[in-house]
């Protein structure tokens, strides 16, 4: 009779961990109603399908739809598995009601129970669209910026920042930042891996270099858009070492006709 081929532990081992993250993977919660969402995650650990960087899109019952991304500092599988809890909270805070401000605040209690590290803090905002698609409002905890997407236009948006989750537990300085929208436009919320890359010995692309790499790429729908410009920043980081840190990009809004 032939002998049954046993696959290397190693391997089995390898496939568990990836199946278990891959169930861990952020699914968007979005009803029919006009709402679009495109996503780009890329874990900067080799063999990995969840990083530090962690992202989630829900839509409650009134239509008003959620969004989060943050990055917890560092590189390992305890900051993967810190991302993973800070995101299920934040979608159970949503789902329970909670207002944004008070989601930042429950965030930082459950990263400071759950850290390995006192060092250890995350950067986050969060979006509420309310319906009908005129505005937004960001929660901003030491986050980078908001790339707006209008027409073929794009420009760098700032929400009033407040302090990363973490730092200074307690001190809760958020604030809601209101930005105007016009039909269909998008916003794009990212990660700072993606404009981290050094693009030279002394230099890295940095917000304005994203930027411009945005506007090269402005006539592209939504998928199309943020694949092109994480694909372009890796591209420039290439000769330099690439892209070595974590990446996550998001890009929402109405689909409003206009």
Not at 4 to 28: K, N, Q
Not at 110 to 130: G, K, Y
Not at 132 to 149: D, Q, Y
Not at 195 to 201: K, N
Request: aromatic content about 6%.
């Amino acid at each position: 009779m032939p002998t049954a081929v046993r696959e290397p532990a190693g391997h089995l081992l390898l496939d568990d961990r990836l199946s278990l993250e891959r169930g861990l993977l952020p699914a968007p919660v979005l009803g029919r109603d006009g709402f679009r969402a495109a996503a780009h995650y890329e874990p900067g650990r080799a063999q990995a399908l969840l990083s530090g960087d962690f992202y989630d899109v829900v839509q409650s019952e009134d239509s008003t739809v959620h969004a989060i991304i943050g990055d917890v500092s560092g590189h390992g599988p305890a900051e993967a598995a810190l991302a993973v809890h800070l995101r299920l909270a934040w979608r159970t805070a949503v789902l329970c009601g909670r207002t944004q401000l008070q989601q930042m605040g429950m965030l930082e209690r459950i990263l400071v129970q759950e850290r390995t590290s006192d060092e250890t803090f995350a950067t986050v905002v969060s979006l509420r669209f309310p319906p009908g698609g005129h505005s937004v409002t960001a929660v901003n905890a030491g986050h980078p910026g908001i790339i707006l997407r209008r027409s073929r236009e794009v420009r760098w948006v700032e929400p009033q920042t407040g302090i990363a989750l973490g730092f200074f537990p307690g001190h809760e300085d958020w604030v809601e930042t209101r930005i105007e929208l016009s039909p269909r436009d998008g916003v794009v919320l990212l990660t700072d891996g993606v404009f981290e890359g050094r693009t030279g010995r002394a230099t890295r692309l940095g917000e304005e270099g994203l930027l411009r790499l945005a506007a090269r790429r402005s006539h592209l729908p939504a998928q199309e858009f943020i694949d092109a410009l994480v694909g372009d920043a890796a591209a420039m980081a290439a000769p330099f070492g690439g892209l070595s840190d974590d990446v996550a990009v998001l890009q929402l809004g109405w689909n409003v006709p206009g």
